[in-house]
């Protein structure tokens, strides 16, 4: 953390000059980002096309395989999608973001963010040629009236993940502008010279909308919504983190500090994270408590359980690949497949072991909570900032 930390303190006093939400002509989630270009087709685009996917392959009466192919042929063949984007993702593709190759290195060389989907959407087997298990979106794995799997799996892996993707290599086309000698502060307040910069990360803000959602959902399960918990509050902590620390990007690129830039996205990187671990936790729960605790018979659970992990599989290998395989054979798609040996707290200590080395602090992530109290060994843990505790 002491790694990134230095550059961001140092531009923390950037934030005071952030413009007011008077001021600010483009606001961004409630003005917590301000972008300098107009992000709001990019925004409406991003939820309008989660929510027209989950509508199609979702519909009422459930799932189908009509229902699937319908889905796919809005995603990939352009049919009845205004916008049309996700074929092309992710947009940006002459260099890979450290993210990106954080995600080859576990799926395996040359993942693409819709791979998964896309067998998804076809109800295929895939084989990734990384470390990352194989996951059956088959009919083989199928139960009940509809098909949880293949659905739950294309519309959230879509939503929270390519679009993930999409970010980060918006960011890293960002930093490239920059490491060309752009600058956009410049004495007669001419912005040419890095305009198409700040406008590349404004449209990496506006792509945060789609994760954004994850962060607002989670936050209600977790008491993690705001900076003092309202249940009408629904701006996570999480997303104020990604979305202060993007204004900080921002300032960033304007100022061409690539050596800022890098820190920066290093720093959204583990704030991202959190709803992502909230939903694998949330589903690790509701599948450690179930009575019966195969995949047959909790379709639905391992599903969304492994849409979520999918998102942050590749960091926690990076950090242990151990843990990683733990979370990945929880919630794998396999004919066959239950709840290992252990509770729930022994499933969760294994991935809280490596908050440090991601950057997070289990405040971060908080606890599970019923309505009422924390549902019972779903409790948030307390971090140990050991001989740190005096700062």
């Known amino acids: ?48 096309e989660a929510n027209e996917l989950g509508d199609l392959v979702n519909p009422n009466g459930g799932s189908s395989l009509q229902s699937l192919a319908d889905g796919y042929a809005y995603l990939y063949d352009g049919v009845n999608n205004p916008y049309n984007r996700f074929k092309t993702y992710p947009s940006y593709a002459a260099t890979k973001s450290e993210t990106l190759m954080c995600y080859e290195n576990y799926y395996g060389p040359n993942y693409h963010p819709n791979t998964v989907v896309k067998a998804a959407l076809d109800r295929n087997v895939i084989n990734f040629p990384g470390p990352a298990l194989t996951q059956d979106y088959s009919d083989a794995t199928r139960t009940g009236p509809e098909y949880y799997i293949a659905e739950e799996s294309a519309k959230k892996i879509n939503q929270y993940t390519t679009a993930l993707l999409e970010m980060y290599q918006l960011m890293e086309q960002a930093l490239r502008a920059v490491l060309q000698g752009c600058i956009s502060i410049v004495p007669n307040g001419n912005m040419a010279g890095c305009d198409n910069a700040v406008e590349i990360w404004d449209n990496a803000a506006a792509i945060q909308t789609g994760p954004n959602v994850l962060g607002e959902k989670r936050c209600l399960n977790y008491l993690t919504c705001g900076f003092n918990w309202i249940s009408t509050n629904t701006i996570a902590l999480a997303n104020i983190k990604v979305l202060n620390l993007f204004q900080l990007g921002q300032t960033a690129v304007r100022t061409g500090d690539c050596c800022a830039i890098k820190a920066i996205i290093k720093l959204i990187q583990s704030a991202q994270l959190i709803p992502y671990i909230q939903g694998v936790a949330r589903y690790a729960w509701k599948i450690s408590n179930a009575a019966v605790k195969t995949l047959a018979a909790n379709n639905k659970w391992y599903a969304e359980g492994a849409a979520f992990a999918t998102g942050m599989l590749p960091q926690l290998y990076k950090c242990n690949f151990n843990a990683a395989t733990v979370v990945d054979k929880r919630f794998q798609l396999e004919v066959g497949n239950q709840w290992g040996s252990g509770t729930f707290l022994d499933f969760m200590n294994i991935i809280r072991a490596e908050y440090p080395c991601l950057c997070i602090t289990c405040e971060d992530v908080g606890g599970l909570w019923d309505g009422a109290a924390y549902y019972p060994g779903a409790e948030p843990c307390v971090t140990n900032y050991g001989s740190y505790s005096a700062c």
Do not use: E, R, W
Request: charged residues 10%; contains cysteine.
């Open 1 to 48: 953390m002491a790694k990134y930390g230095t550059a961001a303190l140092l531009l923390l006093a950037s934030m005071m000059m952030q413009k007011s939400a008077a001021d600010c002509a483009f606001p961004l989630v409630n003005s917590v980002y301000c972008p300098f270009h107009d992000v709001s087709i990019l925004v409406q685009a991003t939820n309008d």
